[in-house]
């Protein structure tokens, strides 16, 4: 009988101590995580000036809809999406299966000058991705003493190259970063799968389609959904390449959240409610990299 109430005393006190843990967690993050969340919805609810603001209900979010700004924004941000997200996805996995060949010497060096990017500082590297395509940056003078074009490109004054600078600031950095996770995945494949298939008479291009690319499957899935939202929350990039010019040409849905607190005249309920339509965007386009990707808990 005392065994017994002593063991009892015994589960109890550690499930105290592990609910006591559990619990200073949830506090944590309902206090730094949902308590925010909460509040910048019921900000979204209002507008005014500065801390000024009256409650307003919806109309924030039906100004979105009417907002030039906003809708070239969400333009600007999808054509980073649907156009750098595919090339960085791929890049990486490509970069990836060559750093996982057994035979590649100096493997090490290519792992670590392909990851460096991503550890640099985003200023740092946007100011040095701004003065090597500056008009009479180093980028313009290796074309042209390299005949590829007459004259120096516009690379940050042009809308449509603007975009291409960012494209290719983004890529560079972020493309090392799921190489990472590509190489560690293949790292734990068995390699007598790969063996096998060759002893088959699958060709390499068969083999990345029909075992590779299966096989990483759910982690091409977390890097796209990972990149995704990474790139609608876009702004260190286009706020120092850029400034989200020329015009509005390349500015992101996050620089526009920026103006809005801090630039222009301060309109935090609306800046609350553009922040809430990023969430919304994250949502939509999670969903549908989950549908494509074939999950049925989507």
Not at 72 to 85: E, S
Not at 158 to 185: C, E, Q, V
Not at 235 to 258: H, L, R
Request: charged share 10%; aromatic share 14%.
């Amino acid at each position: 009988m005392q065994t017994a109430k002593s063991t009892r005393g015994l589960r109890v006190k550690n499930a105290a101590i592990g609910w006591s843990f559990v619990a200073i967690a949830a506090v944590m993050i309902c206090l730094f995580y949902f308590y925010p969340m909460i509040q910048a919805f019921i900000m979204s609810l209002q507008s005014g000036r500065g801390t000024n603001l009256t409650f307003v209900g919806l109309e924030n979010y039906a100004r979105l809809l009417k907002d030039p700004v906003f809708l070239t924004t969400v333009k600007n941000t999808v054509i980073y999406l649907i156009i750098q997200v595919p090339i960085m996805i791929i890049l990486a996995l490509f970069i990836s299966v060559l750093l996982n060949d057994k035979t590649l010497k100096f493997k090490g060096f290519f792992r670590t000058a392909i990851f460096l990017p991503c550890v640099t500082s985003l200023v740092a590297y946007s100011v040095t991705f701004k003065y090597l395509f500056g008009q009479d940056g180093i980028v313009n003078i290796m074309l042209m003493k390299m005949s590829l074009i007459a004259e120096p490109i516009s690379w940050l004054t042009d809308p449509f190259w603007a975009k291409i600078t960012i494209i290719a600031a983004i890529t560079w950095r972020w493309t090392g970063y799921n190489m990472i996770f590509y190489l560690s995945a293949l790292q734990n494949v068995d390699h007598s799968i790969y063996e096998a298939a060759k002893i088959d008479g699958a060709s390499p291009i068969q083999t990345f389609f029909k075992i590779t690319i299966p096989m990483l499957k759910p982690i091409i899935l977390f890097t796209s959904i990972t990149s995704t939202i990474g790139t609608l929350q876009l702004f260190d990039e286009v706020m120092n390449i850029t400034a989200g010019g020329p015009g509005n040409a390349t500015m992101t849905i996050s620089q526009y959240i920026y103006n809005l607190s801090f630039k222009y005249t301060p309109d935090f309920g609306y800046a609350a409610t553009v922040s809430y339509a990023i969430v919304i965007l994250i949502v939509i386009f999670s969903i549908i990299q989950f549908k494509v990707a074939g999950d049925k808990n989507a």
